[in-house]
């Protein structure tokens, strides 16, 4: 080609047919025209492979990023999702955090990522087997000796408001430490995460404040204790496949559907289940909306699941559109009646938000998986020591013994516990004589239901777990019944971003009450009373009082002049002036100004937890909130051995019936109706054991 000139090249009419190149032109311009075609399109692909290269360095480096910071922003603390809706997991199971880390490898950088609570220092991960590097770990990083240390390797312990004195002072830096981590890894449910929550830790810093620790350590009721995280059910079973434990929240108000989801959690365990989370829907009496905030919610939205599940071995949680994606739509699941694969209503998995659709969604789950139709009213749950049969036969003979009276002892009757509680570590027998003090059955988790794939616990007629884990669920093992409690104690206490508020507001109620000189001249600690007065849509009319007769119920518990504050959903405080002729009142609304950015839907929550530290406390009977606030009491009266730890006693009361206003005043085992208040059995004593499972 280099020897054509210009002018020797024929002049031609692409266009035109009658228009035919010479033999000699055609073999001169075929080369030609093939080879500028040949140069023209390796250049333009070397172009677009440029172009396409660096537009996919910018984009995945972005998406990653974008990922990375989605999961961060999420509200839970160290909580992170794969997707919308989706995989619980820890942060470094992600593909898009590994991504994300092989480009800081890379930059040879740390990254700092600001989320809605704080700043977490982001450093590549090791795995469990090169946890001993000097590598910084943010914090819930532990040392050899337990001691919490920051992401510098600095001991943060003091500031850990779950450890006692003699844990603090047996603690002390050391900058080679160790991940908290699982060894299991079935099903993709890595333990471990840099960046897991410690459910044991309370620090508000991030959270709003308070910034006095003192107040902070006042809230916590909560106990630290590292080797409860190994404890693995008798069901559990790492090699066998796996097992589902699904549930309908219940219909009722927040503190229904909260001892409902409690029962549920510690039944998983129990069972060796994986727990699937209800998808985020709108809560009866949670679905304020006077402002742009959150009203379709999870329970991960209260309770640090993401960490429990973390930091638990033999203890998993999946969402509803995890399960859904990977047993549903993928044809794993079965009709349990015809044996026919059940795809999920449209093959829809995502419920978020879809209040209308869960109903199709929960026929279907009760299509597919065993639906016990459980009665706390008439039964235990029991679950065996074991997978043996033998330990099923062990309750059932146990039972009988119990019923019939050959096991010695006269058929059990609430009264003869009344006062006298079963010592916790206790036969299996004697611990069941005072479950059964008011039932007389026992529903065992028996081999059909250990071989059941998926169990879902369904609210329908005559079915509802209304009633406290622990006062349905029995324990063949006393140590297992004992980590139970501790389990939920422990773990199952509301989020950082509401606690701490909270704690603001109790702050705010002392100084308060440091001030009210027409009580006493001398408050230093802020001491306050406290009550919880139910009203609005309540449904037992025997506790709907007069304000002047609730006031000549509780006035002599009560201190004249004192600082007292109420607790209710009543919008009318004028209806509360007869207390106020008596008493220095006070409502949550008095304290708005210290938590401005609190969603409303949280205000009952926080009322509990005020209520929690008051003096005295007078409860509305039947009312589950004034239950919790009771169970709060017992656990840190418990903690701290105050006034009736030993027999799980306490200053609280109940207006009316007149027959219950002593019942937290002395020892009462469960009885019916089993919502009504708490039992001192969730609390007392519960501590015992631990080195036994250590």
Same mark, same amino acid.
């Given at each position: ?82 997707? *919308? ?15 994300? %880390? ?21 450093? @590549? ?116 496949? %796996? ?44 679905? *304020? ?126 009264? %003869? ?6 010592? @916790? ?32 616990? *369904? ?5 509802? =777990? ?15 019944? =004992? ?93 509360? %002036? ?117």
């Amino acid at each position: 080609m280099t020897g054509l000139k210009k002018k020797n090249l024929p002049i031609t009419n692409p266009s035109s047919s009658n228009t035919t190149p010479s033999s000699t032109q055609h073999a001169t311009c075929i080369p030609k025209r093939r080879s500028d075609a040949l140069l023209l399109i390796l250049g333009i692909s070397v172009f677009i492979f440029a172009v396409l290269h660096i537009t996919w360095h910018s984009q995945h480096l972005h998406s990653t990023t974008h990922a990375h910071n989605s999961g961060l922003k999420n509200k839970l603390d160290g909580f992170v999702r794969e997707t *919308k809706g989706e995989r619980i997991r820890g942060a470094d199971e992600l593909t898009g955090e590994r991504s994300y %880390e092989k480009s800081l490898q890379m930059s040879g950088s740390g990254n700092k990522v600001k989320d809605d609570s704080s700043t977490i220092d982001h450093h @590549v991960n090791k795995s469990a087997s090169d946890a001993n590097t000097n590598h910084s770990q943010p914090i819930k990083a532990v040392t050899e000796n337990n001691a919490l240390v920051d992401s510098k390797g600095i001991d943060v312990t003091q500031h850990t408001s779950s450890q006692s004195n003699n844990e603090r002072n047996n603690t002390k830096p050391n900058s080679a430490v160790r991940p908290v981590a699982d060894s299991n890894n079935k099903h993709n449910n890595t333990k471990t995460n840099s960046e897991v929550h410690p459910v044991a830790h309370l620090n508000c810093v991030d959270h709003g404040g308070p910034q006095d620790q003192t107040i902070i350590d006042e809230m916590v009721f909560w106990s630290d204790i590292p080797s409860d995280a190994s404890y693995v059910s008798p069901m559990y079973d790492a090699n066998a496949p %796996e097992k589902y434990l699904t549930f309908e929240p219940d219909h009722g108000g927040w503190n229904n559907i909260r001892m409902a989801m409690e029962t549920a959690l510690v039944m998983s365990h129990a069972m060796g289940r994986t727990l699937v989370l209800p998808a985020e829907q709108g809560m009866y009496l949670l679905s *304020k909306s006077d402002r742009e905030q959150k009203r379709h919610f999870g329970f991960n939205d209260f309770f640090h699941l993401d960490s429990i599940a973390l930091e638990h071995k033999g203890f998993k949680v999946i969402t509803m559109e995890e399960f859904l994606t990977r047993e549903g739509v993928t044809g794993r699941l079965r009709n349990k009646d015809t044996n026919q694969i059940m795809y999920p209503p449209h093959n829809q998995t995502d419920y978020n938000g879809a209040d209308t659709g869960t109903g199709n969604l929960f026929q279907y789950l009760r299509q597919i998986a065993v639906t016990p139709t459980w009665e706390p009213w008439d039964c235990a749950l029991a679950i065996p020591s074991s997978t043996d049969q033998k330990a099923v036969d062990e309750l059932n003979n146990t039972l009988h013994s119990i019923m019939d009276g050959s096991y010695g002892k006269k058929k059990p009757t609430l009264e %003869e516990f009344n006062g006298h509680p079963t010592p @916790v570590n206790a036969s299996m027998a004697e611990r069941m004589r005072e479950m059964l003090a008011d039932r007389e059955q026992l529903c065992i988790y028996d081999k059909p239901l250990q071989e059941a794939n998926v169990i879902h616990l *369904k609210v329908h007629a005559g079915v509802r =777990l209304l009633t406290h884990f622990y006062a349905f669920i029995f324990f063949a093992d006393w140590k297992q019944d =004992l980590w139970s409690k501790r389990f939920v104690r422990d773990h199952l206490r509301y989020v950082d971003d509401i606690v701490c508020a909270a704690a603001r507001v109790v702050e705010a109620v002392r100084q308060h009450a440091r001030k009210n000189v027409n009580y006493k001249a001398s408050n230093e600690e802020g001491i306050y009373d406290g009550m919880h007065v139910r009203r609005g849509d309540f449904q037992y009319p025997p506790v709907l009082l007069p304000a002047e007769q609730l006031y000549d119920l509780s006035k002599e518990e009560l201190s004249e002049n004192a600082t007292l504050y109420i607790a209710t959903d009543e919008r009318n405080k004028t209806w509360f %002036e007869p207390f106020k002729k008596h008493y220095d009142v006070v409502f949550l609304d008095d304290f708005l100004h210290v938590i401005p950015d609190v969603n409303t839907n949280y205000y009952g929550m926080i009322d509990q937890l005020v209520s929690y530290k008051s003096r005295v406390f007078y409860g509305t009977w039947w009312s589950t909130l004034s239950g919790y606030v009771n169970r709060m009491r017992g656990y840190y009266i418990a903690k701290h051995k105050r006034e009736g730890w030993e027999d799980g006693t306490m200053q609280s009361y109940y207006f009316t019936p007149a027959e219950r206003k002593l019942q937290m005043r002395t020892y009462i085992p469960v009885r019916k109706p089993i919502y009504c208040k708490e039992f001192a059995v969730a609390w007392r004593d519960i501590d015992k054991g631990i080195e036994e499972l250590a």
